[in-house]
């Protein structure tokens, strides 16, 4: 069994028989495989202050040198990809075939951003006085907080950690108690790549520990994702020192697929859709929309292929769908799948733990569809985080619209159809951070990802990514010889 500490000023602490310690399971065999620290106070505020010491030399650090670190790291990334994807999935359950892929993806996302590290551009700003300087430029906003999800702890990460550093800022990592392992081993590829004791720290523990690092007086920034409630906490702590929270929250997604769609790429667009991940991702498609012509024919495809998904070993590559992570969140689906069938929705797949002899072990639950739900069912109105999809059918383009938009989250929507005009009227309609036509559950580096509504507020990703990681000093320089009232309004 392996045992962690944490990362702190770019050395791993001691492990003493008093330390608190939080026991890691393997949801497949629900055997414990590893242990992490819980956190002290006093290891906290070292965390905080180590990434508030090295603030002042890499904020000073050229671009061109984070540039250089920041793609060693992802060359390290890739030299171990297949050992992080083995963890990962061991931790949370994940089929090892999106665990690979998430490692390729966090390992482009560095590379990414390592190319804005030398090119943060300010801007000149022309005024009205000819004897004035202007310009605006961006800085570094200091010390940043990234608090991890356990469903994909390194690719998650790569959208925080990856601008933060190429900005110039210094962070304090805290990943979920859940999954924490490939965190804290990705740690040691930080620490071969060469940055400087301090710049990245990590420490673990249950929520005090994510509580104490958000409500330090010494944090300049706080980047969350994962639940909407625990995202609520952060904000209300954050508040006491007026920091700013970039917030990526959950999500209750509609799919939508229209009549005149191709309805084979559409059927596995909904199925990757929910079934992906176990439906542990918040931009799950759990509310799958069908225009009413083709219903009956939508419905039956996908409970066919709900009932095929292959489920068994997460390292194994023929695995489509691994365990859930949590005993807890395997309770809560359950339980919201017998709520949704005594409130009347009709079970079309799954809904229950599977009888196969070789998954008895594991925290699985089968692939299930339901239809002949209502808006006010617990099922359509909150997100289960699991492999649930709610089918419901619409007539109109306005019907869908209605429908998608009444929800409280607004992350990601799907539109499958083969009118370009549509499209772009059910884009410009929906209330969502993404909108997918023709795709589902893609994501890429270069494009801004981040919700609306109640699924959370700012971008990762991207060159809006990068933005919430600077802030802007704007420098006026008056130049000019001539006297002025000195109690004068002074304009351009």
């Not at 359950?93 to 990414?112: D, S, V």
């Not at 590290?117 to 430029?137: E, F």
């Not at 939508?298 to 005993?327: F, Q, Y």
Request: aromatic content about 8%.
């Amino acid at each position: 069994m392996s045992i962690y500490t944490n990362f702190v000023n770019g050395r791993w602490t001691e492990t003493r028989e008093n330390d608190a310690r939080i026991a890691s399971f393997n949801p497949y065999t629900q055997e414990q495989w590893a242990e992490i620290a819980q956190a002290s106070e006093k290891e906290v505020a070292e965390s905080i202050d180590a990434a508030h010491r090295a603030l002042t030399a890499w904020r000073r650090t050229s671009g061109t040198q984070r540039a250089r670190l920041l793609n060693r790291l992802a060359d390290l990334i890739d030299q171990n990809g297949d050992r992080l994807a083995v963890l990962e999935s061991t931790d949370n359950g994940k089929a090892i075939r999106e665990t690979r892929n998430q490692m390729n993806f966090a390992a482009r996302n560095y590379r990414f951003f390592a190319g804005f590290a030398d090119k943060l551009y300010g801007s000149y700003i022309p005024l009205d006085n000819y004897a004035s300087v202007d310009y605006a430029a961006w800085e570094p906003i200091g010390v940043c907080i990234l608090l991890t999800a356990w469903n994909s702890p390194i690719q998650l990460l790569s959208n925080k950690l990856a601008p933060a550093l190429a900005a110039g800022n210094t962070v304090v990592i805290k990943p979920s108690e859940y999954a924490s392992v490939t965190t804290l081993e990705f740690m040691r590829l930080v620490d071969e790549a060469g940055f400087p004791a301090g710049v990245v720290n990590t420490i673990t523990g249950d929520g005090r520990v994510g509580n104490a690092l958000c409500a330090s007086p010494l944090i300049n920034k706080i980047s969350f994702t994962g639940g909407t409630q625990t995202g609520r906490a952060v904000m209300r702590t954050a508040a006491q020192n007026l920091v700013p929270v970039t917030l990526e929250l959950g999500g209750k997604s509609p799919n939508i697929i229209f009549a005149d769609a191709d309805l084979e790429r559409a059927t596995a667009g909904a199925v990757a859709g929910i079934f992906g991940a176990t439906g542990q991702t918040c931009m799950a498609g759990s509310r799958l929309l069908v225009q009413r012509e083709i219903f009956d024919k939508i419905i039956s495809a996908l409970a066919e292929r709900a009932n095929a998904v292959v489920m068994g070993d997460p390292l194994d590559p023929n695995t489509e769908m691994g365990p859930v992570c949590t005993k807890g969140q395997l309770d809560r689906i359950l339980e919201m799948i017998e709520t949704a069938k005594s409130a009347g929705a009709r079970l079309l797949a799954g809904g229950r733990r599977p009888s196969k002899p070789t998954l008895n072990r594991g925290l699985f639950v089968e692939p299930t569809v339901f239809c002949d739900v209502g808006p006010g069912m617990e099922i359509v109105r909150e997100e289960v985080f699991g492999p649930v999809v709610a089918v419901m059918p619409f007539v109109d383009e306005d019907e869908a619209v209605a429908i998608a938009n009444s929800s409280t989250y607004g992350l990601v929507a799907g539109v499958w159809t083969q009118h370009v005009s549509r499209a772009h009227r059910m884009a410009k309609a929906l209330q969502a951070g993404t909108v997918w036509v023709n795709t589902y559950r893609t994501s890429v580096c270069q494009a801004p990802a981040g919700g609306t509504k109640h699924s959370g507020f700012g971008r990762e990703r991207g060159w809006h990514g990068l933005l919430e990681y600077l802030q802007v000093k704007n420098v006026m320089i008056d130049y000019s010889t001539d006297a002025r009232d000195p109690f004068s309004i002074k304009t351009s």
